[in-house]
């Protein structure tokens, strides 16, 4: 449950990067397909990060001792994670409903005071979620494994920011 | 002083007046100018420029305004500008209609920049045909880079280098979003008298809304929004700049006496926070009447047209 969540979290996140990477570069009025290709894009990016961190996590496991020592290490630390993404991800949704569903002030407000400032504290609630995660003291494998899987997630989007910002602005 | 710190889009191109021919912009001036308004990072930022002896290089200045706007029409995505202008536009073209004013209505957009504003009415405004859509800027490369826009998802608009005070086709209705800021004192009344001596029916012009909110929300919302350094720096400081409701109705009053003037959303809010833009609106005082009532229930955001 706790490494699906991650995952699954990472993809979303990879998948709003897609979307972020794209936007404030094409000029078009009509950009559906833009953006959903550019969701689509990061999608595949998010996947392709998250079986290369199981990849690592499963040779990690292998190599160790105490494999069910270290798993149980790493969901610890998942689980700690978890608590601080969960609640950073209830509050976008939350304000990504407002934008969605509300009347154009309230819209505004959503995207100004909620999705504005919180795409700018996105790096610090990963660092912050990778400091909680470890806080109990960890070893060196599960150690090395997070703030790899943190940094790796934070480095997507700047990866997906640089490949949409060498395409040429028109078509 | 600090007030008038200038946008760094404002000194880095140059038109001659006459012929909007550009013309070259020496580096060290412009350099000279942003220190002497103490803005120290702004100059540094200049100071990377290219600038073969010693003139800031034309197409490297066009490539940031670019990047710059495109990240700006994001914004003007995200802040619903076209839908913005529409609610005040299409009360103002039943006025037109109503009041028996010969067609067809050319709406001049004023500045367009990309012309986001201007294509998204052709694409969403449902105008009605006897409506023109004209994005007007000095920028000949905006110009260019509207016109293929428009053509490549058959918008029904057109764009021209041009002031948009001079054109060979006289507006019916001059438009435009986050421009008047860029005029100042005596230029303001110029921009606003050139428009109302044009024989104009109206004009409505949107911008960001002076709050002791805007300043913080802005530096939040543009440090992450914008990639572009200029378009952060100058976004920023363009909501510092803003003009109050006002300045605004009161320069207008004065130089167009013709007009009924008022703000829209010009009202003060305890905490203003929903209403980010304000427009500065004018018609002329025999369509006063039939304008208030087309508007409806948005002539209570109107203030006092007068
Ligand atoms: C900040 S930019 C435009 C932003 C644009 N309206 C938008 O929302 O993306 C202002 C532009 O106004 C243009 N401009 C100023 N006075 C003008 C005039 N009288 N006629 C045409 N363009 C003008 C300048 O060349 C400059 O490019």
């Known amino acids: 449950m706790i490494p699906a969540l991650l995952a699954v979290l990472a993809i979303i996140d990879a998948a709003f990067a897609g979307f972020r990477a794209a936007a404030g570069r094409d000029a078009r009025i009509f950009k559906r397909a833009y953006y959903q290709r550019a969701v689509l894009v990061g999608v595949g990016a998010g996947v392709a990060l998250v079986l290369a961190l199981a990849a690592l996590t499963l040779a990690a496991l292998v190599l160790a001792r105490s494999p069910s020592a270290l798993y149980a290490e790493l969901l610890a630390i998942g689980a700690r994670m978890l608590h601080v993404f969960l609640a950073y991800a209830l509050l976008v949704v939350a304000a990504l409903v407002l934008y969605a569903t509300a009347r154009r002030e309230l819209r505004i407000l959503a995207t100004v005071s909620i999705l504005g400032p919180f795409t700018l504290l996105r790096p610090l609630v990963v660092i912050v979620a990778t400091i909680r995660g470890l806080g109990g003291g960890a070893s060196l494998p599960a150690i090395a494994l997070t703030v790899v899987s943190s940094a790796s997630v934070l480095g997507l989007g700047r990866l997906l920011d640089r490949r949409y910002g060498r395409e040429p602005p028109l078509t | ?306």
């Open chain 2, 1 to 306: 002083m600090t007030l008038d710190r200038p946008e760094i889009s404002d000194l880095v191109i140059a038109f001659e007046p006459a012929t909007l021919e550009r013309l070259p912009v020496p580096r060290d001036e412009v350099l000279a100018t942003l220190e002497r308004h103490g803005m120290s990072a702004a100059a540094r930022l200049v100071a990377r420029w290219p600038h073969p002896e010693g003139v800031l290089d034309a197409r490297f200045v066009d490539a940031v305004l670019l990047r710059a706007h495109l990240e700006l029409q994001r914004l003007s995505e995200e802040f619903r500008q076209g839908e913005r202008m529409r609610s005040l536009l299409v009360p103002l073209l039943d006025t037109l209609r109503r009041e028996r004013v010969p067609g067809p209505y050319r709406v001049v957009d004023v500045g367009c920049g990309l012309g986001y504003v201007i294509r998204w009415l052709a694409a969403h405004g449902g105008l009605g045909d006897d409506t023109r859509l004209i994005g007007c800027d000095y920028n000949a490369p905006f110009i260019s880079f509207a016109t293929r826009l428009a053509a490549e998802e058959g918008l029904r608009c057109e764009f021209a280098v041009a002031n948009a005070f001079q054109l060979s086709e006289p507006a019916t209705i001059f438009t435009s979003t986050g421009v008047i800021h860029h005029f100042r004192r005596e230029s303001l009344d110029r921009f606003l008298g050139e428009q109302g001596a044009s024989g104009a029916s109206a004009f409505l012009h949107f911008d960001t809304k002076p709050t002791y909110l805007a300043p913080i929300g802005s530096w939040i919302f543009h440090r992450a929004r914008m990639r572009e350094p200029l378009a952060l720096h100058d976004g920023v400081l363009s909501a510092v700049r803003a003009h109050s409701p006002d300045t605004l109705a009161a320069a207008a009053r004065r130089t167009c006496p013709e007009f009924a003037v008022g703000v829209h959303d010009g009202a003060r809010e305890l905490v203003p926070v929903l209403k980010v833009m304000l427009a500065l609106v004018g018609v002329r005082r025999e369509l006063r009447g039939a304008y208030l009532e087309r508007l409806g229930p948005l002539a209570g955001r109107l203030g006092e047209l007068a």
